[in-house]
């Protein structure tokens, strides 16, 4: 069963940080790009970083230098680092699987969704 959970959201000040989990099933995860999305209120759901199969990673503009994605491929894990946490990085985060071991920056192009997890920052 294809099966992506995140955890480690939560409420912090602006200047903090968080670190998102994504536990992934092994036939999810294996040899596949992975990709962290957010969606706000009343916007669309939008990129925030992606990492290859092989480890390259890219990230959004508004994210660069703050957030850093990693993944440990024995644990089937993918992780989001974010630092300086500001309140415009409000959001439900998503963890996504991709189709191939690329990564990529287009939501069509990952098969695989996590429920979301919540983060708040407050001014």
């Known amino acids: 069963q294809v099966q992506l959970v995140e955890s480690g959201g939560g409420l912090v000040q602006a200047g903090g940080s968080l670190r998102l989990s994504c536990a992934a099933s092994?036939?999810?995860?294996?040899?596949?790009?992975m990709g962290w999305f957010r969606q706000a209120p009343g916007k669309e759901r939008e990129f925030v970083a992606a990492?290859?199969?092989?480890?390259?990673?890219h990230y959004a503009d508004s994210v660069k230098g703050r957030f850093t994605i990693s993944r440990d491929n024995t644990k089937n894990t993918v992780y989001l680092q974010m630092n300086g946490l500001k309140p415009e990085d409000t959001a439900i985060y998503y963890c996504?699987?991709?189709?191939?071991?690329?990564?990529?920056?287009?939501?069509?192009?990952?098969?695989?969704w996590g429920q979301g997890t919540q983060v708040t920052v407050s001014s």
């Open positions: 092994e036939r999810t995860f294996g040899g596949t790009g």
């Open positions: 990492i290859s199969w092989g480890g390259s990673t």
């Open positions: 996504a699987a991709g189709r191939s071991s690329l990564y990529t920056t287009s939501s069509t192009a990952y098969g695989y």
